[in-house]
C-alpha cells in the first residue's frame, strides 16, 4: 500500500489570532510527530506537495458572492467571517484556503490516477462546517464536498462516500449534499444541540437524497466501546449496502478525550481502529480508493500521535499508539446503546441493516 500525505508549510499561514484553538500549532504538531516516527525513512507513504485551486474548483460547491466576500475581508486585513466570531480571517487565509481546497482535489487525482493507493491530506482551515453561502466552525471553504463534486464531475463517478468521524456534526457538508443519493454521507458525533445545532437521527434528506443522510448523535463523553459499535453496527454495514465507488473522510480527531474543544471521551487507539475498519472497507468495496481530510483535533499531547496512526494504518505499516482507555459512566453507555438503536429503526427504512 502506498500512500501520498499532502502538506505544505503555506497552511501555516492561516492565523484566525492569538489563543484560537484551530492554530498552525495543531499541524506542525503533526507534521513533526510524522517526521520523527518509526514511519520516517518506510517506503509505503511520503509527503506530496498540494496545488492551488482555482476558483471555478470552489465554485463547485459554494457561491461566487460568498467567495468573493471571503476575499475581499482578507483583502482588507482579516476579520471574522461568521456571526459567532469563530471563524477568523486574516489577510492571509483567502490564499491558504485555496491550497487548502487544492489539496484535497491533488490527493483525490492522485488516487484515481493511480499514483497512490490512497491519500491523507493534512490542509487547514478545516471545512466540514462550511455550508454552500457561509462561514461556521473555524472552516471557510468546504474542502472534503469540493473534492465529492470533483469526483462527480470529473471522473464521472455515481457513488461517493463521505464518512465523517469527526467530534462535531458536519452540518455544511449535510446540508450541500442534502438531495442527493450521488453522496452518502455518514456521521458520527456528539450531541448536536449546542453546536452545531443539525446533526439529528430524523435529518435522513429529502427528495433523491432520502436515505442518503445518517446521523448517529452520540452523547457527551462516549468512550470506546459505543463508539466502535456504532460503526460497526451502522455505518459498516450501510457502506456496504450503497458500495461507493470512492471514499471520503473527514478525520477529525476531536473526540480524544483530552480535547479541549470536543466532547467525546474516544481513546487515540480508538482512532486506530477505526481507521483500520476504513482502510479494510475500502479495499473491499471501491479498490481501496480512500482519501481522509484533517477537520478538527485540538489536543497537542495527541493529535500527532492519532494522525500518525492514521497514516499507518492507510499505508500498511506496524504503529502503536500508547495511551489508555477511559471509561464511561453506565448512563453514558446506556444512553449510547439507545442512539443506536434509534439510528437502526430510523435507518432500516432504508437500509437492510
Known amino acids: 500500500m502506498t500512500t501520498g500525505v499532502v502538506f505544505s508549510p503555506v497552511y501555516y499561514r492561516h492565523n484566525p489570532g492569538k489563543g484560537h484553538p484551530e492554530s498552525a500549532r495543531r499541524l506542525r504538531t503533526i507534521v513533526r510527530e510524522l517526521k520523527k516516527s518509526k514511519l520516517q525513512g518506510v517506503g509505503n507513504w511520503r509527503f506530496v506537495e498540494p496545488e492551488k485551486a482555482r476558483l471555478t474548483d470552489v465554485e463547485l460547491v459554494h457561491g461566487i458572492e460568498y467567495i468573493e466576500f471571503v476575499e475581499s475581508v482578507c483583502r482588507l486585513g482579516g476579520e471574522p467571517l461568521d456571526a459567532e466570531g469563530d471563524t477568523v480571517a486574516c489577510q492571509e487565509s483567502f490564499e491558504v484556503a485555496l491550497y487548502a481546497v487544492g489539496g484535497i482535489l491533488k490527493a483525490v487525482n492522485l488516487v484515481m490516477e493511480e499514483k497512490f493507493e490512497n491519500a491523507f491530506a493534512l490542509v487547514r482551515p478545516p471545512g466540514h462546517h462550511a455550508g454552500k453561502y457561509l462561514a461556521c466552525g473555524f472552516c471557510i471553504f468546504n474542502n472534503i464536498a469540493i473534492a465529492a463534486k470533483h469526483l462527480l464531475k470529473k471522473f464521472r463517478l455515481q457513488k461517493v462516500l463521505i464518512l465523517d468521524v469527526d467530534a462535531h456534526h458536519g452540518n455544511g457538508t449535510q446540508e450541500i449534499f442534502y438531495e442527493t443519493n450521488k453522496v452518502l454521507y455518514v456521521s458520527l458525533h456528539e450531541d448536536p444541540r449546542v453546536f452545531p445545532r443539525k446533526g439529528f437521527i430524523g435529518e435522513i434528506g429529502e427528495g433523491k437524497g432520502l436515505g442518503y443522510n445518517v446521523n448517529i448523535p452520540l452523547p457527551f463523553r462516549t468512550s470506546d466501546p459505543i463508539y466502535l459499535e456504532a460503526i460497526s453496527e451502522i455505518a459498516e454495514p450501510i457502506i456496504r449496502k450503497y458500495k461507493p465507488q470512492f471514499m471520503l473522510v473527514s478525520a477529525g480527531f476531536d ?63 506496524p504503529y502503536y499508539v500508547e495511551d489508555k482507555i477511559p471509561t464511561t459512566e453506565k448512563c453514558t453507555e446506556k444512553q449510547g446503546e439507545k442512539v443506536i438503536k434509534e439510528v437502526k429503526q430510523v435507518q432500516k427504512a432504508f437500509w437492510n441493516i
Do not use: W
Open 255 to 317: 473526540g480524544h478525550y483530552t480535547d479541549p474543544v470536543g466532547d467525546l471521551f474516544l481513546s487515540a487507539l480508538c482512532y486506530q481502529q477505526v481507521y483500520e475498519k476504513i482502510v479494510s472497507l475500502a479495499s473491499e468495496i471501491c479498490e481501496g480508493r480512500l482519501v481522509s481530510v484533517l477537520e478538527g483535533g485540538y489536543s497537542l499531547n495527541f493529535v500527532g500521535k492519532m494522525a500518525v496512526a492514521t497514516v499507518a494504518e492507510m499505508s500498511g505499516t
